[in-house]
Antibody, heavy 121, light 113 residues
């Protein structure tokens, strides 16, 4: 059974940093790209960032480019999102999702339960 | 960037009736070299993460009931629920993965009439 377990969310002040983690199990982690998608309270889905199976290629939404960094540790089956210079508009539930593809960002066939990030003073 | 627009924003359908949700992309998501449409559909129930229903515009994900179907090509797509069940109440999203950044539609809220 595929499981994705996010952690690291919480309350942070504007300008602060957080590091999200996503522990994956139940599939061969090294074979698939991975993605972060967020959802602001009461709003729709917004793709944030993706990373290829090897970690060689990374992709970002314009809204987070230069502030967020996606990475993965294939030896630990874990995906990360380092979030710096956080803004109020980054407040959202952040979902980790498994891609259906290896080296490009495509559809997302498994999702974690999400972790809430709140940016507020 | 490709913009995805869904219609309607909300929809109320009687139990057992057909529900149709539309999704339009600002440019084609059909990749001519493999004839695949890079379009997926998701269902999100309150308090839950999204669930993949359809990918490649018309391929049903394993375990998804066959009352759900996807159709369309190029820029215009449709998600159809052939006979609405109570458990289908949710928000539905389309997503294009033809080009980065991938993008979602704004969502369509489906309710029981």
């Amino acid at each position: 059974e595929v499981q994705l377990l996010e952690s690291g969310g919480g309350l942070v002040q504007p300008g602060g940093s957080l590091r999200l983690s996503c522990a994956a199990s139940g599939f061969t982690f090294t074979n698939y790209a991975m993605t972060w998608v967020r959802q602001a309270p009461g709003k729709g889905l917004e793709w944030v960032s993706g990373i290829s199976s090897s970690g060689d290629s990374t992709f970002y939404a314009d809204s987070v480019k230069g502030r967020f960094t996606i990475s993965r540790d294939n030896s630990k089956n874990t995906l990360y999102l380092q979030m710096n210079s956080l803004r109020a508009e980054d407040t959202a539930v952040y979902y980790c999702a498994k891609d259906g593809c290896a080296d490009v960002i495509c559809y997302f066939d498994y999702w974690g339960q999400g972790t809430l990030v709140t940016v507020s003073s | 960037d490709i913009v995805m627009t869904q219609s309607p924003d909300s929809l109320a359908v009687s139990l057992g009736e057909r529900a149709t949700i539309n999704c339009k992309s600002s440019q084609s998501v059909l990749y001519s070299s493999n004839d695949n449409n890079y379009l997926a559909w998701y269902q999100q129930k309150p308090g839950q993460p999204p669930k993949l229903l359809i990918y490649w515009a018309s391929t049903r994900e394993s375990g998804v009931p066959d009352r759900f179907s996807g159709s369309g090509s190029g820029t215009d797509f449709t998600l159809t629920i052939s006979s609405l069940q109570a458990e289908d109440v949710a928000v539905y999203y389309c997503q294009q993965y033809y080009s980065s950044p991938c993008s979602f539609g704004q969502g369509t809220k489906l309710e029981i009439k």
